[in-house]
């Protein structure tokens, strides 16, 4: 039986987390206190009852993790590290603030938080992959998963769920708080709690339900987190906008602050008695276990290196690539989704299966995983075609508001891929990562760039996207040239150009064939690998377009949208250099690569063609 005095002092805690978060969204005129108040006693007794955390260090490698999948209930996370004594009580009153790193949902700006969440769904992604480097790590500590009923709708929380299982992380914890009402109605399955656990069991998880108010029954089922060999999750039937009487329960409260008579009612109902406050004052966030932990130190990384003309596709040298970052670097990690022997990941694999993590055909989970694998001082370099990176994009946009410097590479991207067909070729990939803040995006066309290249994402401090090709391509470049992020590579030019050509990857090949059919005909182009798409080479690329007649033509093999034309349009812009795009402009089809980059006029025959036509 729980000791009476505990739980006294954990609901006084648990009160008190429920009067700040009243507090702080009525001062802030916005948030959501009633979602901050169902799940208060959990809260209340992860931190000041199993918790183990240095409070003054919130970047030691053994201490828990708590992960708030419900970011909308941040002010409550804000007010249980306030409790804890990471700072004092009145910095809540800053909730929401400009300059505050208290904002309406969790970001790493606040110090004791690893990552962003509050697009809903995402958090038990994020928590996996901490608790997975932990586990590789051999790190004892936990990761603690607080989520709302409503969001268990999202697919990715059973990508989560079935990667948890699969890869028996029994040092992480679900909480989920079951308070039955959404945003707009009631959540589909409401306090139907055996529903959930059939749910989760299904995966392979050990599932306890209690009531979420209950703190005999709440201790119970964390005392058992010792004895649990599997993930565990914990679900708590809990009543949303518990203890202020106005609004417990009730619809129509979601994401509203309370009105200063109604806060100030809710408080009085809430408010411990200072003696109560007094005896809770006992209860401290335990430290974490003493951890002999030494940073692994990087190493040289030595290239690969090709000779000229060799045939060789990007996607195989950034297999390469990652063997030797792999061997320097011991943070580095691998994480693909089912197409390792495609996108080559499967050599890293091969020579670091430790380092390696096979997600299967889970393209949110496995940017989630990532994501939390950086809060454990990994580097993990994520691998799958482009186009199903699509399907994770939510995940790599809020993978830029917590700043978690991801590394994804997109393989088998545009037309060139070929009989596949449209389901399989990338095309709104370079779009997608262009519009993500602080994110470089390169496409490199031949081995030596390529590896040159994911050496600079590895050391990037922020997302990088490397975009790969099917076909293997001849050997450009010598070994010892250098490729920086930001940079172009002039590849022929002469003072008689008439035009600049400007591709990157497949595309850039056909341009140099372009090149050598038009000096059959006395005619000189200038062409530009835009191997860094984003950042690029604007001075290049405009001193370039004004010394060819003020013209460049780009070539991609890309949807126009968004691609490389718009990229050097916008550079180039008020310079008086125009620019004429070739990309793919419809839907395609199966067919030979060749067929299908003569058919979207993006091959040889369409950069001639556009060049004639533009200097007649």
Not at 162 to 167: K, N, P, R
Not at 384 to 405: E, H, K, N, Q, V
Request: charged share 20%.
């Amino acid at each position: 039986m729980a000791d009476a005095h505990l739980i006294e002092a954990l609901q006084t805690k648990a009160n008190l987390l429920r009067v700040y978060s009243i507090r702080s969204t009525t001062l802030a005129g916005s948030g959501h206190p009633t979602t901050c108040m169902s799940s208060a006693d959990l809260v209340s007794a992860l931190f000041f009852y199993c918790l183990r955390c240095d409070v003054s260090n919130p970047r030691h490698p053994a201490n828990d993790r708590v992960v708030f999948s419900k970011g909308h209930a941040a002010p409550l996370l804000y007010a249980a590290w306030a409790e804890a004594g990471a700072y004092p009580v009145a910095h809540l009153d800053t909730l929401r603030e400009f300059t505050s790193d208290l904002e309406g949902h969790p970001t790493p700006r606040f110090r004791w938080y690893g990552a962003a969440t509050g697009s809903l769904g995402q958090g038990l992604s994020i928590a996996a992959g901490m608790a997975l480097g932990l586990k590789r790590d051999g790190i004892p500590a936990r990761v603690y998963c607080l989520m709302g009923d409503g969001e268990t709708a999202e697919g990715a929380v059973w990508e989560a769920c079935a990667f948890a299982g699969h890869y028996q992380l029994n040092n992480l914890i679900a909480l989920v708080d079951v308070n039955r009402l959404g945003q707009s109605q009631p959540t589909m399955l409401q306090h139907d709690l055996e529903a959930y656990a059939q749910r989760f069991r299904a995966f392979g998880w050990e599932v306890a339900t209690i009531d979420g108010h209950d703190f005999v029954q709440i201790l119970y089922a964390l005392d058992r987190i010792a004895t649990i060999e599997r993930p565990y999750a914990i679900l708590a039937r809990t009543l949303k906008g518990k203890g202020a009487s106005a609004v417990e329960n009730k619809e129509g409260w979601h994401g509203k602050p309370l009105t200063p008579e109604l806060a100030e009612q809710a408080i009085q109902e809430l408010m411990p008695s200072p003696e109560q406050i007094e005896k809770a004052r006992a209860l401290r966030v335990q430290p974490p276990p003493s951890l002999d932990w030494v940073e692994p130190t990087p190493g040289t990384v030595v290239l690969p290196t090709y000779s000229l003309g060799r045939q060789v596709a990007t996607r195989e040298a950034y297999g390469d690539a990652l063997v030797v970052l792999g061997k320097a670097h011991p943070a580095v990690y691998a994480l693909d989704g089912d197409v390792k022997n495609s996108t080559f990941s499967e050599k890293f694999r091969a020579v670091f299966p430790e380092r390696f993590v096979e997600c299967f055909i889970a393209e949110q989970n496995m940017v989630g995983v990532a994501v939390g694998l950086t809060d454990c001082a990994k580097v993990p370099f994520v691998s799958t075609f482009a186009c199903f990176l699509t399907r994770a994009y939510d995940f790599i946009r809020m993978a830029a508001i917590g700043r978690a410097p991801i590394k994804l590479c997109g393989s088998h991207a545009g037309v060139s891929i070929g009989e596949d067909g449209p389901s399989q070729m990338g095309l709104e990939d370079l779009a997608m990562m262009r519009a993500i803040p602080d994110a470089v995006v390169l496409y490199p066309a031949d081995a030596v760039s390529t590896v040159k290249l994911v050496e600079r994402m590895a050391i990037y401090p922020g997302i990088a996207y490397l975009r790969t090709t099917r076909p293997k391509t001849p050997v450009l470049y010598d070994n010892s040239e250098e490729f920086s992020i930001g940079g172009c590579k002039v590849l022929r030019q002469s003072a008689h150009d008439v035009a600049t050509v400007v591709g990157a990857g497949i595309t850039l090949h056909e341009a140099l064939k372009a090149y050598s059919i038009l000096q059959e005909q006395g005619i000189a182009i200038r062409v530009i690998d835009l191997y860094s798409v984003k950042p690029l080479d604007r001075e290049t690329l405009v001193r370039s377009g004004q010394a060819t007649r003020g013209l460049i033509i780009t070539v991609e093999d890309h949807y126009p949208e968004g691609g490389i034309g718009e990229a050097v349009a916008t550079a180039v812009q008020g310079t008086g250099v125009r620019v004429v795009s070739l990309a793919v402009r419809e839907i395609p089809r199966s067919g030979k690569p060749e067929t299908l980059l003569a058919a979207y006029r993006i091959n040889a025959g369409a950069i001639v063609e556009t060049v004639l036509e533009a200097i007649r």
